[in-house]
């Protein structure tokens, strides 16, 4: 499902996906399914619009939370007039074991969250 609002000069729209999510709860890996952030996709605008905003400017950096963020720009994965932005979060992986239980791990990576095109 998605949704837009306005941002900034432009319009930003939110997209979840159904999903099956894995979470730690009292130390413990939990499953549960339902919509779950997948990405944020901003309209076209002119570029000069994102000028000294991080989401449309190559470059990394860390937010206050301690959150690592880069952004790519003008690459294959972004075509010739976008950025893509990803951040590092904590990923959990449900490996099924033969039982029919799961077995869980846990590692950091980049995860792609949002993508700005211009015009």
Do not use: H
Request: proline share 5%.
């Amino acid at each position: 499902k998605t949704a837009c609002e306005p941002y900034s000069q432009t319009e930003r729209c939110r997209t979840e996906i159904w999903a099956t999510r894995v979470s730690q709860v009292g130390g413990r890996f939990v499953q549960s399914n339902g919509w779950a952030f997948n990405n944020l996709t901003y309209k076209a605008s002119p570029r000069p619009l994102w000028k000294g905003n991080p989401l449309g400017e190559e470059g990394e950096w860390t937010t206050a939370d301690g959150r690592n963020w880069r952004t790519e720009c003008d690459t294959p994965a972004t075509g010739g007039n976008g950025c893509r932005t990803y951040a590092e979060v904590t990923v959990y992986q449900a490996s099924p074991k033969t039982a029919g239980s799961y077995e869980f791990s846990q590692r950091n990576q980049f995860v792609f969250n949002n993508i700005v095109m211009f015009r």
